[in-house]
């Protein structure tokens, strides 16, 4: 079943389709994000809790973020639910810091935002991920990771893109130097 999955999402990317799906699971966002990494040109929005599970750290997408950067895309990462810890273990962080250090586009911070959506009257907190402002992963369940999920439907990616971008480019939210966390200095 996952692997009919698997080829679904990466149709409906590669051929820029523009349909809502869910998204279930970790395997299933695993899949997700390896599909909007590998179809994006130029950047990718990442709005998140602190990015340290299971998805993450796996090596699929760890290899599908960092080609993304090879290809010079531009990074930005915002973090909610930022545990310094659990970053500096983190394969993903150190990956990601190497690159910042050889000066690829790369900018992480973090807020204490906590954006939602108001369903039957109830406030939802969600993450969201964008990628060339035309694909989008909306977690409306945090812990479950279930998603809706577009690979091609250039409004609503508009949409959550500025909506992260106010949410960046706020003051209170903070750089976070990846190189000082893992002794990097710049390239």
């Known amino acids: 079943m996952d692997n009919l999955y698997n080829i679904y999402i990466h149709n409906l990317a590669k051929n820029n389709i523009d349909k809502l799906f869910l998204n279930s699971d970790c ?10 990494f590998t179809h994006a040109e130029k950047e990718l929005r990442i709005f998140a809790g602190n990015m340290c599970n299971e998805t993450t750290s796996s090596q699929e997408y760890i ?13 930005r990462i915002l973090l909610n639910n930022y545990d ?4 500096k273990k983190s394969d993903l962080f150190r990956r990601i810091a190497y690159y910042q250090s050889c000066g690829y586009d790369i900018i992480l911070k973090r807020t204490d ?19 060339d402002k ?5 977690e409306f369940d945090t812990e479950n990771r ?7 439907n250039h409004a ?24 000082a966390l893992f002794n990097m200095k710049e390239q």
């Open 27 to 36: 395997e299933k966002m695993k899949t997700v994000f390896v599909e909007m």
């Open 134 to 138: 035309k694909s989008y992963r909306l």
């Open 156 to 179: 609503k990616a508009n949409e959550f893109a500025d909506f992260f971008d106010k949410c960046f480019d706020e003051e209170y939210a903070e750089v976070i130097d990846l190189g």
């Open 146 to 152: 279930r998603a809706m999920c577009n690979m091609s």
């Open 84 to 87: 310094e810890d659990k970053i």
């Open 113 to 131: 935002d906590k954006p939602f959506v108001r369903l039957n009257n109830s406030e939802i907190n969600v993450h969201v991920s964008i990628g």
């Open 63 to 75: 290899n599908a973020i960092s080609d993304f950067i090879e290809r010079k895309g531009k990074l």
